[in-house]
């Protein structure tokens, strides 16, 4: 089992910048393939980016060249730098995990953290 927590969020204006966190437990950090997805409402969750175990890393169009997705596996977190933010990111955001390759597919990841609401005023 994979516990994951994700903190980070919060009320920002249009242009800022923001670093959310997810710290995981419950497995070796290192083997595991992490993603951010994100879930605004009315909407579906779509995925914002993955990281490999080796830190090899995809975005969404949406986020490229704004967002950006480390992991520090001494501290077994992965974190995402979210700068320039727009109201349209205004979101759940969700960490998820699993083992193996990175996946884009949401029912690929069993692990999933509650997530935090970032809201971005315009």
């Known amino acids: 089992q994979v516990q994951l927590v994700e903190s980070g969020g919060g009320l920002v204006q249009a242009g800022d910048s923001l670093r959310l966190s997810c710290a995981a437990s419950?497995?070796?950090?290192?083997?595991?393939?992490m993603a951010w997805f994100r879930q605004a409402p009315g909407k579906e969750r779509d995925l914002v980016g993955t990281?490999?175990?080796?830190?090899?890393?995809y975005y969404a169009d949406s986020v490229k060249g704004r967002f950006t997705i480390s992991r520090d596996n001494a501290k077994n977190t992965v974190y995402l730098q979210m700068n320039n933010l727009k109201p349209e990111d205004t979101a759940v955001y969700s960490c998820?995990?699993?083992?193996?390759?990175?996946?884009?597919?949401?029912?690929?990841?069993?692990?999933w953290g509650r997530g935090t609401q970032v809201t971005v005023s315009s």
């Open positions: 998820a995990a699993k083992t193996m390759v990175p996946s884009t597919q949401i029912r690929n990841y069993p692990y």
């Open positions: 990281v490999s175990w080796n830190e090899n890393t």
């Open positions: 419950g497995r070796t950090f290192s083997t595991l393939s």
